[in-house]
């Protein structure tokens, strides 16, 4: 069974606005990862938080990571349409090689 | 190759009919995972290989399910006496590193994966 959870499982927006999703998991972690998936593509890796760390920035994305909560957010600021796809979280537990992934939030971006 | 290459990219197979599914990882990757993705489901782990070393096979659904990496490179994910069950998307994922879940980098470089229908 899947670890983490994403939430919501659906998100639509205006090209520009910002689009925020949430992961919740339950186990201790070494990390956590977010991917994207552009329909009928594989997955590619986005950004990579450690579980000492408590935000993390790349590019528009912004990543948080409360492990108090068990729970991380992933924020893409000024969405464009190319932004349009589904959106994993993917949690490594601790002395496991596994990646567990959640079911993914559909985020669609109009332009 | 500069990815994750995988082969063939749509199969469509009859109940009960045998299918092999192939994945050559980006070149000196040590680690090699497999991933079942149903449909607007999130991927779920079948199994891992470190080189030809199938480490952890926990995932593989039945003893239908069978994986190999015999030379430590290209892996072949092979279902026998396929169930409409079985129809998913099949990922092949791959590291450079022998723990790719630990550190500060670690990611995984996933191919396009293997659409199977059984119908």
């Known amino acids: 069974s899947q670890q983490g959870e994403e939430d919501p499982q659906a998100l639509s927006i205006q090209e520009g606005e910002n689009a925020t999703m949430n992961c919740s998991y339950k186990t201790s972690i070494n990390n956590l990862q977010w991917y994207r998936q552009n329909s009928g593509r594989g997955l590619v890796h986005l950004i990579l938080?450690?579980?000492?760390?408590r935000e993390k920035h790349s590019g528009r994305l912004r990543v948080t990571l409360d492990t108090s909560k068990k729970s991380s957010s992933l924020l893409i600021t000024a969405s464009r349409a190319a932004d349009t796809a589904s959106y994993f979280c993917?949690?490594?537990?601790?002395?496991?090689?596994?990646?567990?992934f959640g079911s993914g939030t559909k985020l669609n971006v109009k332009p | 190759g500069a990815g994750v290459s995988q082969s063939p990219r749509y199969k469509v197979a009859k109940r009960g009919q045998d299918v092999a599914l192939r994945c050559d990882p980006i070149?000196?990757?040590?680690?090699l995972f497999w991933y079942q993705q149903a449909l607007g489901q999130g991927p779920e782990f079948l199994t891992y290989?470190?080189?030809?070393?199938?480490?952890?096979k926990s995932g593989l659904p039945s003893d239908r399910f069978f994986a190999e990496r015999p030379e430590g490179s290209v892996s072949t994910l092979k279902i026998q006496r396929t169930q409409q069950e079985d129809s998913a998307v099949y990922l092949c994922a791959s590291s450079p590193r022998y723990y790719p879940g630990t550190g500060s980098t670690g990611e995984l470089f996933f191919g396009e994966g293997s659409r199977l229908t059984v119908l």
């Open positions: 070149s000196g990757h040590v680690s």
């Open positions: 290989f470190q080189n030809e070393a199938q480490l952890d």
């Open positions: 938080i450690r579980s000492n760390e």
């Open positions: 993917a949690t490594v537990r601790r002395n496991f090689n596994k990646f567990y």
